[in-house]
């Protein structure tokens, strides 16, 4: 409203009421759409799902002292306590939780909206989101390479983490697709297409004493000290599983988190390594890595191409679902071009769950 100061001068006076002149209560939802935006909410919405202030900033690219300020104007805008600290976890109070379910709602129907829109533009434009695993950036973007050849005018990004980091975006509907290395958790209310081979192996140094040997028992590389990805990686809770099977323990000697850093140190001789045959995608196998011979290997997995289940597919990423399944051939003859150059073989088509 505009009220006359006693200098004379016309003041812009701001005053939370409603059609009638009567304030609005702190706390009821007409003031909370007025003073909490969006941001705040999806900076919220990040902290509970990531339990960490810093983690939240630095998946949004912003800095802590920004989150804590912005969350605590959400706080007043609602009149309530809405994040609290146990240990080294921030997590919701009552109210935090019902707004965490409200921004889930909210965000899930703007990322619908957000397909219909793109159905409106048709396949000249639009935006598709893929997240994946990191295992699969070795062949994931040369399929986005393909698709935006057939595509040109589509916008496309590529999120690139481990597994626990997927199954969390999937959760709070931040990308249209994903891919996973193994079948999601039963928990997961998604749609999961198999796509493609996605082999384990052995892998050593070429100079380690075992390449070469023929049939190796998996007791006797459970002897060699083993370099494994960092917690929340899906091959790590593979190989750790795949150890309790034969009743052994990993001899860890180093975790570290990209597949990369794993080649380097076993080329370097600090151990063996349990990864995916794509990790090898560019140096192949008669490079400074050696595949072993072990029995049981390789350990046929297999990719899968997944979406929330209640998620409205665009246009654009139920056409990138299609291409990538028709993709699947050629996939899997280049995994058996590499194993065959190995002396390996990928056992006939069934899909291992470890």
């Known amino acids: 409203m505009t009220k006359r100061g006693d200098s004379g001068d016309d003041k812009m006076i701001s005053t939370d009421s409603d059609a009638e002149g009567a304030p609005l209560p702190q706390g009821s939802s007409e003031f909370l759409i007025r003073h909490a935006t969006l941001r705040q909410l999806q900076l919220f919405e990040a902290i509970v799902r990531l339990g960490s202030y810093t983690k939240a900033a630095e998946e949004l690219f912003l800095t802590q002292p920004t989150v804590s300020l912005q969350m605590k104007k959400l706080a007043d805008s609602v009149g309530l ?26 965000f899930r129907a703007l990322g619908n909206l957000e397909s219909k829109f793109a159905d409106l533009k048709g396949l000249r434009a639009g935006k598709l989101k ?7 950036k070795y062949f994931a973007p040369e399929i986005l390479g393909g698709f935006c050849k057939l595509y040109p005018g589509v916008e496309v990004s590529l999120k690139v983490s481990n597994r626990d980091r997927a199954i969390e975006r999937i959760l709070a509907y931040d990308d249209d697709l994903y891919i996973l290395g193994a079948p999601p958790p039963d928990e997961l209310d998604v749609e999961a297409y198999p796509f493609a081979p996605n082999p384990l192996v052995v892998m050593a140094a070429r ?15 459970a002897r060699e000290p083993f370099i494994l990805r960092e917690p929340g990686s899906g091959t790590r809770d593979t190989v750790v599983k795949l150890f309790e099977q034969h009743g052994f323990q990993p001899k860890v000697r180093l975790e570290l988190g990209s597949n990369e850093a794993i080649k380097h140190a076993v080329v370097g001789g600090l151990g063996l390594a349990i990864q995916s045959l794509h990790t090898l995608t560019l140096e ?30 665009s246009l654009v990423a139920k056409a990138f679902l299609e291409f990538a399944l028709s993709n699947e051939p050629s996939v899997r003859d280049f995994m058996n071009r590499l194993l065959d150059e190995a002396g390996l073989k990928l056992p006939p088509a069934s899909v291992s769950k470890a």
């Open 81 to 106: 306590t809405l994040l609290e600290q146990v240990g080294r976890q921030t997590r919701p109070t009552e109210a935090g939780d019902a707004l965490y379910q409200a921004c889930r709602t909210i």
């Open 130 to 136: 893929l997240g994946v695993i990191t295992t699969a």
């Open 207 to 221: 100079d380690h004493p075992l390449v070469g040997q023929k049939r190796i028992p998996f007791e006797r590389i």
């Open 284 to 313: 192949g196998v008669n490079g400074p890595v050696a595949l072993l011979d072990v029995v049981g290997f390789p350990i046929p997995r297999q990719w899968y191409i997944v979406h929330p289940r209640n998620k409205d597919l």
